[in-house]
Nanobody, 126 residues
Framework: VQLQASGGGLVQSGGSLRLSCAAS????????IGWFRQAPGKEREGVSY????????NYADSVKGRFTISRDKAKNTVYLQMNSLKPEDTAIYYC????????????????????WGQGTLVTVSS
C-alpha cells in the first residue's frame, strides 16, 4: 500500500504546476484525498480535499481560485492543479488518503488520515 506524490519543481511566480498522487496496492475509490503542505519553519496545513463519495472539494482560503483538485479513477490518481503560484506557496506538498472520508474534526485534521505520500517539493521564485 503506497501513495506516491510527484510533480513538484521550481517555477517562477505566476507559473503553474500539476501535482499527482498515485496509489498502488489499493484503490482510491473508497478514500477521500487531502493535499497538505509544510513550509520551512511552519506547521503542516491543509491545502485541498476531494471526497470519495460525491467528489465534493474543499480549499484553503489561501489557494481558492488558484488551485484545483481532481480525481481520475481510471488512473487511480488525484491531481492538484496549481496556477498563479506565489512565493508563499513554496513548501513540501503531501497527499494523504482517508478511508471513506471518515473524519471527526474536518478535512484539515492531518492526524485523521490513513496513508501518506512521501512529499514533493514545490519552489516558487519571485
Amino acid at each position: 500500500v503506497q501513495l506516491q506524490a510527484s510533480g513538484g519543481g521550481l517555477v517562477q511566480s505566476g507559473g503553474s504546476l500539476r501535482l499527482s498522487c498515485a496509489a498502488s496496492g489499493f484503490t482510491l475509490d473508497e478514500y477521500a484525498i487531502g493535499w497538505f503542505r509544510q513550509a520551512p519553519g511552519k506547521e503542516r496545513e491543509g491545502v485541498s480535499y476531494i471526497s470519495n463519495s460525491d467528489g465534493s472539494t474543499n480549499y484553503a482560503d489561501s489557494v481558492k481560485g488558484r488551485f484545483t483538485i481532481s480525481r481520475d479513477k481510471a488512473k487511480n490518481t488525484v491531481y492538484l492543479q496549481m496556477n498563479s503560484l506565489k512565493p508563499e506557496d513554496t513548501a513540501i506538498y503531501y497527499c494523504a488518503a482517508q478511508y471513506r472520508g471518515f473524519s471527526i474534526n474536518g478535512w484539515t485534521s492531518d492526524y485523521e488520515y490513513d496513508y501518506w505520500g512521501q512529499g514533493t517539493l514545490v519552489t516558487v521564485s519571485s
